[in-house]
């Protein structure tokens, strides 16, 4: 008996990415540097999120043509983007083989209400938290991994901090309340109740989560981890940097070795300018890509 | 007191070392080579083969690792380890460390889409083990020293060679240990071996 897209393989697929940097790129040279530096996958898009911000208007699923192309110049698994609950891109990007599918707020959302239901699909789903209430929604909808909001496209680290420090901070709290306080902190917090008792009795989340959202240097990498981190998602960072093949390796370098900071200081040497960064007060509400789901 | 290593450079490091505490025994995490002559086994996890072979070079781990296995230490490789283990890849012109006698092909089942779970008989281990296979690989061939344990559609997904043992497949993502548990008594009965 042979049982495919089960939720042990498609959380597992997760597990493997742990301790690893995930890369967004736009083309097949972009993927291979990625794969080269080390990247445990890569993330195929139209456009970095720094350019979606950059370009406004709606952003939809990228080009099939883009994706194919990602696929077919590197061994390592390959992610893309769907709306959030676009139940036709999220199909054709399995159609087409894509290893993971993130449900992502960094495209424009196409229902402004449900996110799909993942676990009617074959193929694993990743989704942005920034409180253990929106990760506990995704879990109960069928994400198989979970990754922090941050700011996309800022490479301002603020935002994945606080998200990262708020779905721990929650962690630790439900796992001292006694059975009866769960139940009030579920309706509170609008999570699942029997998912927050697993997590209760586990003391963390049952599928893994990684950062992302503003990583823009070996040491943003690193204190993501510092903080709980399963591994990082890298967006605008490398490709917008002076030097993307340096800049890529010594992400990788410090997520691995996140609490050598004398190798941190190694890394960072001579590493050219890291991308211009957005300070999050100049950010008009329209501009917060984190505020478009919970 | 035995203790186990899993190399913790990327991948399912976490489950691993859970699966070996249950078996009884000590398990550390390696993320530098001196930590080599501390154990007595050491586990490759699965994870992605190109970015661990890319720290294993970073840190010196390569020819310390082959030494380590020349040693008679057992090594124990799953999924990405498998490939790290083999001698020869399917496509590819340079292998990794190349300890056991075969050739592999890496994602031989397919994307994750068609990454699956299935009920294996295991030479030596278990007649009825669920295995998780995760854009797994296989074995194209095995040398003459090597045994096959298991195969799913007539591919060989575990093998051993004296005190080298791979699967393609996860015993570490099931409750299920015997398969680690296996590997302990690899480990346990070369201790004892290697001191006589």
Do not use: W
């Not at chain 1, 960072?268 to 919970?294: C, F, H, P, V």
């Not at chain 2, 295991?122 to 298991?150: M, S």
């Not at chain 2, 791979?166 to 009965?189: G, S, W």
Request: aromatic share 6%; net charge negative; hydrophobic share 40%.
């Amino acid at each position: 008996m042979t049982n495919r897209g089960t939720e042990r393989v498609k959380r597992g697929m997760a597990e493997m990415q742990k301790g690893g940097v995930i890369m967004d790129v736009v083309n097949a040279e972009q993927a291979k540097i990625a794969e080269a530096a080390g990247a445990v996958a890569v993330m195929a898009l139209e456009r970095v999120p720094s350019d979606i911000r950059a370009a406004g208007g709606v952003a939809r699923m990228a080009d099939p043509t883009i994706t194919e192309e990602v696929m077919n110049a590197v061994s390592i698994p390959v992610m893309a983007k769907a709306r959030i609950g676009h139940i036709v891109e999220a199909r054709v990007l399995e159609a087409m083989g894509v290893d993971y599918i993130d449900e992502s707020e960094v495209l424009t959302p196409a229902d402004d209400v449900y996110h799909l239901n993942k676990s009617d699909f074959t193929v694993p789903f990743v989704c942005g938290c920034r409180n253990l209430g929106e990760a506990a929604r995704r879990i109960g909808e069928g994400a198989s991994m979970l990754r922090t909001k941050g700011e996309p496209g800022t490479g301002n680290i603020v935002e994945a901090v606080r998200h990262m420090r708020q779905v721990q901070s929650e962690i630790r709290k439900v796992t001292g309340m006694s059975r009866d306080e769960v139940m009030t902190y579920a309706k509170e917090i609008g999570a699942p109740f029997e998912l927050l008792l697993q997590i209760r009795e586990e003391g963390r989340l049952p599928v893994v989560n990684f950062a992302a959202g503003g990583i823009a240097t070996p040491s943003d990498a690193a204190l993501m981890m510092e903080l709980g981190a399963d591994g990082v998602f890298v967006g605008s960072g490398i490709f917008k940097s002076d030097n993307p093949e340096k800049f890529a390796r010594s992400i990788v370098e410090a997520t691995t070795h996140y609490k050598d900071y004398k190798l941190i200081a190694e890394l960072s040497k001579d590493l050219g300018t890291a991308m211009k960064g957005i300070e999050m007060s100049t950010l008009s509400a329209s501009d917060r890509m984190q505020d478009r789901s919970e | 007191m035995t203790t186990i290593g899993v190399l913790a450079l990327q991948g399912a490091v976490r489950e691993h070392i859970r699966s070996v505490e249950e078996c009884g025994v000590k398990a550390i995490e390696i993320k530098r080579m001196e930590q080599l002559d501390e154990i007595d086994g050491i586990i490759l996890p699965g994870g992605e083969s190109t970015t661990m072979r890319r720290l294993i070079d970073s840190y010196g781990f390569f020819t310390a690792l082959q030494e380590f296995g020349k040693k008679g230490k057992p090594v124990f490789g799953t999924c990405a380890g498998l490939i790290l283990m083999a001698s020869e890849i399917d496509g590819q012109e340079h292998a990794h460390l190349g300890l056991m006698d075969m050739k592999v092909a890496r994602n031989a089942f397919g994307r994750q889409v068609a990454s699956f779970e299935a009920e294996l008989s295991i030479k030596h281990v278990a007649e009825d083990f669920n295995a998780v296979f995760i854009r797994a690989p296989y074995i194209l061939e095995l040398g003459p020293e090597a045994e096959p344990l298991a195969t799913y559609n007539d591919r060989i997904v575990a093998a051993q060679q004296g005190h080298y043992l791979c699967t393609a497949f996860h015993p570490e993502l099931t409750e299920d240990n015997r398969v680690i548990q296996h590997f302990v008594d690899m480990v346990k009965n070369s201790t004892k071996t290697l001191a006589s």
